[in-house]
């Protein structure tokens, strides 16, 4: 049912920026993309969402390109404690369906 | 601020018996989503009530039911419980779509551990 797709895993140093790119080819005209944060154990928390071009709130950035095929969530200055799992969600803003997790991003912050 | 509720938090069955799972969404939030997520795999979305309705269907298992009632807590009835059934079952809710910024509030979870 997922219609994402990103990178397995990535590794970063503390205070670096990181960029987690998604794919969504098929993203359809009613599609918002919404950003997903994991801890274990834990229920998921919001990051970000977006329709196109550039949104940022005080914890994150999100690029959308014009096509909207793809969308990159960025990390200002990592800490360890944003080692987590992040995942990209494309649903429907009008219906509220197909808010689908596909595979996420397992981020690791190096010290 | 009001958050999720979701009972139990955990949950020991034995194989074939059943479970029923409860969230309670936040206050004036008329849609309730369920994920499964098993060890070390991501959330699976099972089902979602709009309304007291069905709104949108995944990967519910035929042995799976769910409802939303008039108070807009929503149940999830587990029944002949497999090994594979042992997860985090999480919750989410959100108010209706003229007021929605597009966030789903996820619960802590219910872990259900299968024997």
């Known amino acids: 049912l997922a219609k994402t797709t990103q990178p397995i895993s990535m590794d970063s140093y503390e205070g670096q920026e990181v960029n987690i790119t998604c794919s969504h080819n098929n993203i359809a005209t009613n599609d918002y993309i919404t950003w997903y944060q994991q801890f274990p154990s834990q229920g998921p928390r919001f990051i970000i969402q977006g329709y196109k071009t550039k949104v940022t709130n005080e914890v994150a950035s999100l690029f959308i390109p014009a096509d909207r095929k793809s969308s990159t969530l960025s990390l200002p200055r990592v800490s360890l404690s944003d080692t987590a799992v992040y995942y990209c969600l494309v649903g429907d803003m009008y219906t509220g369906n197909q808010f689908y997790f596909g595979t996420g991003t397992s981020l690791t912050v190096i010290p | 601020a009001a958050g999720v509720i979701q009972s139990p938090r955990h949950l020991i069955k034995e194989k074939r018996e059943t479970a029923t799972l409860k969230c309670y969404p936040i206050?004036?939030?008329?849609?309730v989503y369920w994920y499964q997520q098993g060890p070390g795999q991501d959330p699976q979305f099972l089902i979602s009530f709009y309304e007291k309705m069905q709104s949108d269907k995944g990967s519910i298992p035929d042995r799976f039911s769910a409802q939303q009632f008039s108070d807009y807590h929503s149940e999830l009835n587990m029944s002949s419980l497999e090994l594979g059934d042992s997860a985090l079952y999480f919750c989410?809710?959100?108010?209706?779509?003229?007021?929605?910024?597009?966030?789903?509030?996820f619960g802590e979870g219910s872990r259900l551990t299968v024997l």
């Open positions: 206050p004036r939030h008329d849609t």
């Open positions: 989410a809710s959100r108010p209706g779509t003229s007021t929605w910024t597009g966030e789903l509030f």
